[in-house]
């Protein structure tokens, strides 16, 4: 065996090793609904962001992370769109004092993530903070390369180290992600450097062409035409428009639905307050009775939710779409026309998607790319990303396979023979794509290849 063959084995098995992992701990904190936006970096234990807000930071707390580290030190208020965002102190102050996280930031003498002594501290932080980790920068691009980085670092530090990834994983992933990595020369070299690899040739026309994409970093990549979040923040709308994207496509079930008009709203996200409570049982999620019932820490201070508030739980939550019952899209749409967005409303359940439900929306679909970049939303991100990859996959001819592997690098571990899997067999192996040829669009990243060698193997042992 040639030393590039042994080299290629061993990806694989340690491919192996982190699809295994990831699917046997099922933990996916970026598809909860309250944490949709973080996005989870090749391993259960670390999850990056942009600049945070109050409301997301506590929502971290809630939904099981342990630690706040950030990459950028936010020295004045910001926003993101209409949205405040405190300071990193005030960060800290609100995560260690009311959501429960240990925190800590690379010092002031660190003035860049591309160094061997950010590295170094940032390893240092890793092995004394909880896992799992949110690390946050400004965009969500500083983040994700600095933990990339210390996959890389440990990769040829620690022999036993997990997961592993090489010079070639490194741009990939970021890639996959939406980061072009691979157009900073210095990043490059300092890849090279850690590795002792060959520097990879400069990018000069980037993957992802949304040129502001940081300031709604919150969308997932998924192609440079098709990006997914979970429920989008009315204060959020104007930065998506700032961003670069054109158009929105709305999963979630409107007020009612037909035949029968029957109620259908779906849960708004509230602080302290469990998911996945059912709007409707028991006289209402939004009773005062079912909320204190559903209280995530009933011990939490009134001040968890406001210095005014006169309840430690939150009953509405207006800003995103909600009223009295729960989520209202007839309030997000009027956001949305106001806003000049083109905005298509598509409305389903997961186990109600099927080919011809997609292919009914196809030609609306088809006319909104052509505005530009478009997010398709639902809750969480998860069906919303069927419905991008469908789209991405349709229009431009890549098959299923790629589809499976696109969502697990996203974030959305798909099984195999699930219905998710079946509608993207159906819609994407039929043959029917309108991109510029027949069968898979041809794709750069390699990675992409071992990942689904990787996942045969794992059906084929039955790990």
């Known amino acids: 065996m040639t030393g590039a063959a042994k080299r290629n084995m061993l990806r694989l098995m340690l491919v192996l090793c982190v699809v295994?992992?990831?699917?046997?701990?099922?933990?996916?904190?970026?598809q909860e609904a309250k944490t949709w936006w973080t996005k989870q970096v090749y391993s259960t234990h670390f999850y990056t962001t942009g600049r945070l807000s109050e409301r997301e930071v506590k929502y971290a707390g809630e939904v099981g992370f342990k630690s706040v580290f950030g990459v950028t030190n936010h020295t004045t208020p910001g926003y993101i769109g209409d949205e405040p965002v405190p300071t990193t102190d005030e960060i800290k102050q609100i995560a260690t004092e009311l959501a429960g996280l240990d925190f800590d930031i690379f010092p002031p003498e660190i003035t860049t993530y591309k160094s061997m002594e950010a590295i170094e501290y940032f390893t240092t932080a890793v092995?004394?903070?909880?896992?799992?980790?949110?690390?946050?920068?400004?965009?969500?691009?500083?983040?994700?390369?600095?933990?990339?980085?210390?996959?890389?670092?440990?990769?040829?530090?620690?022999?036993?180290?997990?997961?592993?990834?090489?010079?070639?994983?490194?741009?990939?992933?970021?890639?996959?992600?939406?980061?072009?990595?691979?157009?900073?020369e210095d990043l490059i070299e300092l890849v090279s450097e850690i590795t002792g690899e060959p520097p990879i040739e400069l990018r000069t026309e980037p993957n992802n062409e949304v040129e502001y994409?940081?300031?709604?970093?919150?969308?997932?990549?998924?192609?440079?035409?098709?990006?997914?979040?979970?429920?989008?923040?009315?204060?959020?709308?104007?930065?998506?428009?700032?961003?670069?994207?054109?158009?929105i496509v709305n999963n979630r079930r409107g007020v009612t639905s037909p035949p029968d008009e029957t109620p259908t709203q779906e849960e708004v996200t509230l602080l302290n307050i469990k998911d996945s409570t059912g709007t409707y049982e028991e006289g209402g999620r939004q009773s005062p009775e079912r909320l204190l019932e559903t209280r995530i820490d009933p011990d939490k201070p009134n001040e968890y939710i406001s210095p005014e508030s006169e309840t430690n739980f939150e009953?509405?939550?207006?800003?995103?779409?909600?009223?009295?019952?729960g989520y209202n899209e007839d309030n997000e749409q009027e956001a949305m026309q106001a806003s000049?967005?083109?905005?298509?409303?598509?409305?389903?359940?997961t186990s109600q998607l099927t080919a011809d439900l997609f292919y009914a929306y196809v030609d609306e679909l088809e006319a909104l790319s052509q505005h530009g970049p478009v997010i398709v939303h639902c809750r969480s991100g998860y069906r919303a990303t069927l419905v991008a990859l469908l789209a991405e996959g349709h229009f431009n001819c890549r098959d299923s396979d790629w589809a499976m592997t696109q969502a697990g690098l996203m974030g959305f571990h798909y099984v195999e023979d699930s219905h998710e899997h079946k509608v993207l067999q159906d819609v994407l192996d039929s043959g029917k794509c309108i991109g510029a040829s027949s069968g898979s669009k041809p794709?750069?990243?390699?990675?992409?290849?071992?990942?689904?060698?990787?996942?045969?193997?794992l059906r084929l042992f039955g790990i």
């Open 443 to 457: 794709h750069e990243h390699n990675v992409y290849k071992v990942v689904l060698v990787a996942m045969v193997f």
């Open 20 to 30: 295994s992992s990831i699917m046997a701990t099922g933990l996916n904190l970026g």
């Open 315 to 325: 009953d509405r939550n207006p800003g995103e779409f909600g009223d009295d019952i």
């Open 340 to 349: 000049t967005l083109p905005y298509l409303h598509m409305p389903f359940t």
């Open 213 to 247: 994409y940081y300031l709604y970093w919150h969308a997932k990549f998924v192609s440079s035409d098709w990006f997914v979040t979970g429920q989008i923040r009315k204060g959020h709308v104007s930065a998506a428009l700032e961003g670069g994207y054109k158009a």
């Open 127 to 184: 092995n004394d903070l909880p896992k799992p980790m949110l690390v946050y920068c400004t965009g969500s691009y500083t983040s994700t390369g600095t933990v990339l980085l210390y996959f890389l670092h440990m990769t040829q530090d620690e022999p036993s180290f997990e997961p592993k990834i090489y010079t070639d994983e490194f741009f990939q992933i970021g890639r996959a992600m939406g980061h072009d990595f691979d157009m900073d």
